[in-house]
Protein backbone atom coordinates (compact mmCIF):
# COMPACT_ATOMS: atom_id res chain seq x y z
CA UNK A 1 0.00 0.00 0.00
CA UNK A 2 1.27 3.25 -0.75
CA UNK A 3 1.26 6.21 1.68
CA UNK A 4 -1.49 7.77 -0.99
CA UNK A 5 -4.13 4.80 -0.53
CA UNK A 6 -3.33 4.40 2.97
CA UNK A 7 -4.95 7.99 4.03
CA UNK A 8 -7.29 7.04 1.67
CA UNK A 9 -8.21 3.96 3.26
CA UNK A 10 -8.63 5.36 6.15
CA UNK A 11 -11.04 8.21 5.31
CA UNK A 12 -13.20 5.60 3.28
CA UNK A 13 -13.06 3.94 6.71
CA UNK A 14 -14.38 6.77 8.39
CA UNK A 15 -16.91 7.57 6.30
CA UNK A 16 -18.27 4.00 6.32
CA UNK A 17 -18.16 4.12 9.81
CA UNK A 18 -20.12 7.26 11.18
CA UNK A 19 -22.18 8.96 9.11
CA UNK A 20 -21.45 12.12 10.99
CA UNK A 21 -17.82 12.52 8.70
CA UNK A 22 -17.68 14.29 6.11
CA UNK A 23 -15.08 15.83 3.97
CA UNK A 24 -14.76 19.03 2.88
CA UNK A 25 -11.80 20.82 0.30
CA UNK A 26 -10.36 22.42 -2.57
CA UNK A 27 -10.66 20.33 -5.62
CA UNK A 28 -11.43 17.12 -3.14
CA UNK A 29 -14.39 15.81 -5.66
CA UNK A 30 -14.52 15.43 -9.65
CA UNK A 31 -10.99 16.16 -9.65
CA UNK A 32 -10.15 13.76 -6.52
CA UNK A 33 -7.81 16.23 -4.56
CA UNK A 34 -4.33 17.99 -5.81
CA UNK A 35 -2.01 14.52 -4.48
CA UNK A 36 -5.40 12.12 -5.70
CA UNK A 37 -6.03 11.10 -2.47
CA UNK A 38 -9.71 11.51 -2.26
CA UNK A 39 -10.21 10.14 -5.94
CA UNK A 40 -12.58 7.83 -6.57
CA UNK A 41 -14.43 8.79 -3.00
CA UNK A 42 -16.79 11.15 -4.94
CA UNK A 43 -18.46 8.58 -6.62
CA UNK A 44 -18.37 5.97 -3.93
CA UNK A 45 -20.58 8.80 -1.57
CA UNK A 46 -21.39 11.15 -2.79
CA UNK A 47 -21.49 15.05 -2.89
CA UNK A 48 -22.92 15.63 0.66
CA UNK A 49 -19.66 13.29 2.18
CA UNK A 50 -17.10 14.92 -0.23
CA UNK A 51 -18.01 18.24 -0.65
CA UNK A 52 -16.05 20.60 -3.02
CA UNK A 53 -15.02 24.09 -1.41
CA UNK A 54 -14.60 27.71 -3.22
CA UNK A 55 -11.40 28.63 -3.30
CA UNK A 56 -11.67 30.54 0.28
CA UNK A 57 -9.53 28.38 2.89
CA UNK A 58 -11.01 30.68 5.75
CA UNK A 59 -14.69 29.79 4.44
CA UNK A 60 -14.56 26.00 4.11
CA UNK A 61 -12.37 25.64 7.46
CA UNK A 62 -14.85 27.91 9.40
CA UNK A 63 -17.78 25.65 8.25
CA UNK A 64 -15.83 22.83 9.35
CA UNK A 65 -15.40 24.67 12.65
CA UNK A 66 -19.27 25.12 12.60
CA UNK A 67 -20.11 21.77 11.50
CA UNK A 68 -17.96 20.44 14.21
CA UNK A 69 -19.62 22.30 16.97
CA UNK A 70 -22.68 21.44 15.94
CA UNK A 71 -22.09 17.68 16.48
CA UNK A 72 -20.65 16.62 13.12
CA UNK A 73 -17.16 15.31 12.24
CA UNK A 74 -15.69 16.96 9.27
CA UNK A 75 -12.34 16.28 7.67
CA UNK A 76 -11.30 19.45 6.19
CA UNK A 77 -8.35 19.21 3.30
CA UNK A 78 -5.86 22.81 2.98
CA UNK A 79 -3.87 21.86 -0.59
CA UNK A 80 -0.99 22.75 1.21
CA UNK A 81 -0.01 24.25 4.89
CA UNK A 82 0.98 27.27 2.94
CA UNK A 83 -2.38 28.17 2.24
CA UNK A 84 -3.64 27.44 5.68
CA UNK A 85 -1.76 30.97 6.83
CA UNK A 86 -5.38 31.61 4.34
CA UNK A 87 -7.42 29.90 7.39
CA UNK A 88 -4.84 31.15 10.49
CA UNK A 89 -7.79 33.17 12.21
CA UNK A 90 -9.91 30.31 12.10
CA UNK A 91 -7.46 27.94 12.85
CA UNK A 92 -5.57 29.71 15.88
CA UNK A 93 -8.48 32.22 17.12
CA UNK A 94 -11.36 30.34 16.68
CA UNK A 95 -11.11 26.29 16.71
CA UNK A 96 -7.81 26.39 19.22
CA UNK A 97 -10.12 28.77 21.96
CA UNK A 98 -13.35 28.29 21.85
CA UNK A 99 -13.01 24.91 24.39
CA UNK A 100 -11.18 27.18 26.74
CA UNK A 101 -13.23 30.42 25.90
CA UNK A 102 -16.48 28.66 26.71
CA UNK A 103 -15.64 26.98 30.28
CA UNK A 104 -15.35 23.51 28.90
CA UNK A 105 -19.11 23.48 27.04
CA UNK A 106 -17.76 23.67 23.54
CA UNK A 107 -15.58 21.16 21.94
CA UNK A 108 -14.44 21.26 18.34
CA UNK A 109 -13.94 17.92 16.98
CA UNK A 110 -12.12 19.16 13.95
CA UNK A 111 -9.66 17.25 11.80
CA UNK A 112 -7.76 19.56 9.05
CA UNK A 113 -5.49 17.72 6.78
CA UNK A 114 -2.42 19.22 4.74
CA UNK A 115 0.32 18.42 2.38
CA UNK A 116 3.85 19.89 4.13
CA UNK A 117 7.51 19.81 2.88
CA UNK A 118 9.68 20.86 0.03
CA UNK A 119 11.86 18.70 -2.08
CA UNK A 120 9.80 18.89 -5.30
CA UNK A 121 10.89 22.37 -6.95
CA UNK A 122 7.32 23.84 -5.94
CA UNK A 123 9.26 26.86 -5.05
CA UNK A 124 8.69 29.08 -1.69
CA UNK A 125 5.13 29.18 -1.83
CA UNK A 126 3.96 25.67 -1.90
CA UNK A 127 7.07 24.02 -0.23
CA UNK A 128 6.81 25.55 3.22
CA UNK A 129 7.23 23.24 6.56
CA UNK A 130 4.97 24.98 8.96
CA UNK A 131 3.96 22.32 11.41
CA UNK A 132 6.66 23.78 14.04
CA UNK A 133 4.15 26.81 14.00
CA UNK A 134 1.13 25.77 14.67
CA UNK A 135 2.77 23.39 17.76
CA UNK A 136 3.13 26.42 19.41
CA UNK A 137 -0.38 26.96 20.27
CA UNK A 138 -2.46 25.78 23.46
CA UNK A 139 -6.03 24.24 22.00
CA UNK A 140 -5.06 21.84 18.82
CA UNK A 141 -2.91 18.70 18.46
CA UNK A 142 -0.22 18.37 15.72
CA UNK A 143 0.65 14.97 13.96
CA UNK A 144 3.18 14.25 11.32
CA UNK A 145 2.93 10.83 10.40
CA UNK A 146 5.39 9.12 8.37
CA UNK A 147 5.09 5.84 8.07
CA UNK A 148 2.52 3.91 5.79
CA UNK A 149 1.10 2.54 8.86
CA UNK A 150 0.80 5.72 10.70
CA UNK A 151 -0.82 7.65 7.77
CA UNK A 152 -3.30 4.17 7.62
CA UNK A 153 -4.39 4.13 11.51
CA UNK A 154 -3.46 8.28 12.78
CA UNK A 155 -6.46 9.75 10.94
CA UNK A 156 -9.13 7.73 12.61
CA UNK A 157 -8.08 8.29 16.05
CA UNK A 158 -7.71 11.84 15.73
CA UNK A 159 -11.23 11.78 14.44
CA UNK A 160 -11.71 10.19 17.73
CA UNK A 161 -10.30 13.36 19.41
CA UNK A 162 -12.35 16.21 21.10
CA UNK A 163 -10.51 18.66 19.78
CA UNK A 164 -8.81 19.69 16.81
CA UNK A 165 -6.15 17.81 15.44
CA UNK A 166 -3.99 19.36 12.61
CA UNK A 167 -2.17 16.41 10.12
CA UNK A 168 0.49 16.75 8.17
CA UNK A 169 1.51 14.56 5.33
CA UNK A 170 4.53 15.35 4.07
CA UNK A 171 4.15 15.42 -0.03
CA UNK A 172 7.53 13.92 -0.82
CA UNK A 173 5.71 10.50 0.64
CA UNK A 174 2.37 9.74 -0.97
CA UNK A 175 4.18 7.23 -3.49
CA UNK A 176 6.29 5.36 -0.60
CA UNK A 177 4.74 2.08 -0.37
CA UNK A 178 5.15 0.08 2.96
CA UNK A 179 3.36 -2.48 4.67
CA UNK A 180 0.33 -0.61 7.15
CA UNK A 181 0.48 -2.58 10.00
CA UNK A 182 0.91 -2.83 12.15
CA UNK A 183 -1.94 -0.75 14.13
CA UNK A 184 -0.52 1.86 16.24
CA UNK A 185 -2.13 2.03 20.43
CA UNK A 186 -2.09 5.51 19.68
CA UNK A 187 -0.76 8.76 18.13
CA UNK A 188 0.98 10.99 20.22
CA UNK A 189 3.93 8.21 21.49
CA UNK A 190 7.25 8.86 20.04
CA UNK A 191 8.78 5.24 18.24
CA UNK A 192 12.19 4.26 18.22
CA UNK A 193 12.28 3.22 14.52
CA UNK A 194 16.21 1.93 15.23
CA UNK A 195 18.21 1.28 17.79
CA UNK A 196 21.51 2.59 19.02
CA UNK A 197 23.74 3.30 21.72
CA UNK A 198 26.38 6.55 20.06
CA UNK A 199 23.68 8.83 19.94
CA UNK A 200 19.96 9.90 19.15
CA UNK A 201 19.03 11.35 15.77
CA UNK A 202 15.47 13.13 16.40
CA UNK A 203 13.61 13.20 12.95
CA UNK A 204 9.84 13.46 12.29
CA UNK A 205 7.95 12.89 8.69
CA UNK A 206 10.15 13.13 5.32
CA UNK A 207 12.95 13.83 7.37
CA UNK A 208 12.73 10.61 9.43
CA UNK A 209 13.68 8.56 6.33
CA UNK A 210 16.70 10.90 5.81
CA UNK A 211 17.76 10.03 9.82
CA UNK A 212 17.39 6.51 8.95
CA UNK A 213 19.58 6.56 6.23
CA UNK A 214 22.13 8.34 7.65
CA UNK A 215 22.01 5.89 10.36
CA UNK A 216 22.99 3.26 8.10
CA UNK A 217 25.82 4.93 6.42
CA UNK A 218 27.28 5.72 10.22
CA UNK A 219 27.25 2.09 11.02
CA UNK A 220 29.49 1.16 8.39
CA UNK A 221 31.49 3.84 9.98
CA UNK A 222 31.68 1.76 13.32
CA UNK A 223 28.87 4.52 14.83
CA UNK A 224 25.53 3.22 16.27
CA UNK A 225 22.97 5.88 16.21
CA UNK A 226 19.80 5.40 17.66
CA UNK A 227 16.32 7.15 15.45
CA UNK A 228 13.26 8.41 17.40
CA UNK A 229 10.20 9.39 15.30
CA UNK A 230 8.29 11.83 16.67
CA UNK A 231 5.26 11.32 15.18
CA UNK A 232 3.30 13.78 17.21
CA UNK A 233 4.44 17.59 17.51
CA UNK A 234 1.96 18.67 20.21
CA UNK A 235 1.95 16.96 22.63
CA UNK A 236 5.18 16.17 22.54
CA UNK A 237 6.36 12.39 24.16
CA UNK A 238 9.25 13.82 26.33
CA UNK A 239 9.51 10.42 27.92
CA UNK A 240 10.53 8.51 24.62
CA UNK A 241 13.53 10.99 23.76
CA UNK A 242 14.79 11.35 27.40
CA UNK A 243 15.10 7.68 27.87
CA UNK A 244 16.96 7.46 24.43
CA UNK A 245 19.13 10.48 24.90
CA UNK A 246 20.04 9.04 28.33
CA UNK A 247 20.95 5.64 26.48
CA UNK A 248 22.95 7.73 23.49
CA UNK A 249 24.23 10.67 25.61
CA UNK A 250 23.93 12.80 22.67
CA UNK A 251 21.32 14.03 20.50
CA UNK A 252 21.29 15.42 17.00
CA UNK A 253 17.55 16.93 15.58
CA UNK A 254 17.15 17.15 11.85
CA UNK A 255 13.93 19.36 11.02
CA UNK A 256 12.83 20.57 7.56
CA UNK A 257 11.56 23.71 9.21
CA UNK A 258 13.44 26.49 9.94
CA UNK A 259 16.01 26.58 12.38
CA UNK A 260 15.33 29.95 14.21
CA UNK A 261 12.22 29.62 16.48
CA UNK A 262 11.53 26.38 15.50
CA UNK A 263 10.55 22.80 16.68
CA UNK A 264 14.07 21.92 17.11
CA UNK A 265 14.66 24.54 19.48
CA UNK A 266 11.99 23.39 21.39
CA UNK A 267 13.23 20.29 21.37
CA UNK A 268 16.80 21.16 22.46
CA UNK A 269 15.72 23.32 25.45
CA UNK A 270 13.44 20.23 26.54
CA UNK A 271 16.20 18.25 26.25
CA UNK A 272 18.63 20.67 27.99
CA UNK A 273 16.66 20.98 30.54
CA UNK A 274 14.90 17.23 31.69
CA UNK A 275 18.50 15.51 30.43
CA UNK A 276 20.69 17.85 30.96
CA UNK A 277 23.54 15.90 32.96
CA UNK A 278 23.16 12.70 30.77
CA UNK A 279 24.86 14.95 27.75
CA UNK A 280 28.12 14.37 26.94
CA UNK A 281 28.49 17.07 24.54
CA UNK A 282 26.01 20.25 23.34
CA UNK A 283 22.50 18.95 21.39
CA UNK A 284 23.05 19.80 17.58
CA UNK A 285 20.65 20.57 15.15
CA UNK A 286 19.92 20.42 11.16
CA UNK A 287 17.54 22.10 9.59
CA UNK A 288 16.04 24.37 7.04
CA UNK A 289 18.23 27.08 5.67
CA UNK A 290 17.01 30.33 6.22
CA UNK A 291 15.43 31.42 3.01
CA UNK A 292 12.25 30.78 1.11
CA UNK A 293 13.03 27.73 -0.51
CA UNK A 294 14.60 28.13 -4.01
CA UNK A 295 13.17 26.29 -7.01
CA UNK A 296 16.01 25.51 -8.65
CA UNK A 297 17.07 21.96 -7.79
CA UNK A 298 20.34 22.49 -6.48
CA UNK A 299 19.31 25.15 -4.46
CA UNK A 300 16.59 23.43 -2.69
CA UNK A 301 18.47 20.50 -2.00
CA UNK A 302 20.97 22.46 -0.62
CA UNK A 303 18.58 24.76 1.16
CA UNK A 304 17.39 21.09 3.09
CA UNK A 305 18.80 18.72 5.74
CA UNK A 306 20.32 15.94 3.65
CA UNK A 307 21.98 12.45 4.58
CA UNK A 308 25.36 13.64 3.95
CA UNK A 309 24.57 16.72 6.33
CA UNK A 310 23.33 14.71 9.16
CA UNK A 311 26.11 12.05 8.89
CA UNK A 312 28.70 14.84 8.93
CA UNK A 313 27.19 16.53 12.35
CA UNK A 314 27.00 13.58 13.53
CA UNK A 315 30.32 12.54 12.94
CA UNK A 316 31.62 15.53 14.75
CA UNK A 317 29.14 15.33 17.86
CA UNK A 318 30.91 12.07 18.71
CA UNK A 319 34.35 12.86 17.89
CA UNK A 320 35.05 11.29 14.50
Not at 128 to 137: D, K, P
Not at 255 to 284: C, H, K, N, T
Request: net charge negative.
Amino acid sequence: MTYREAVKEAIREALSQDERVFVVGEDIGHYGGCFAVTKGLLAEFGPQRIMDAPLSESAFVGAGIGAALNGMRPIVEIMTCNFSLLAADQIVNNAATLLHMSGGQLKVPLVIRMATGGGRQLAAQHSRSLEGWYAHVPGIKVIVPATVADARWMLGMALQDPDPVLIFENAGLYNMEDDPEPRPDEMHRARVRRQGRDLTLVAYSAGLFKALQAAEELGELGIQAEVVDLRSLRPLDDETLMESVSRTHRALIVDEGWRSVGISAELSARIMEQAFYELDAPVQRLACAEVPLPYARHMEEAALPQVEGIVALARKLVGR
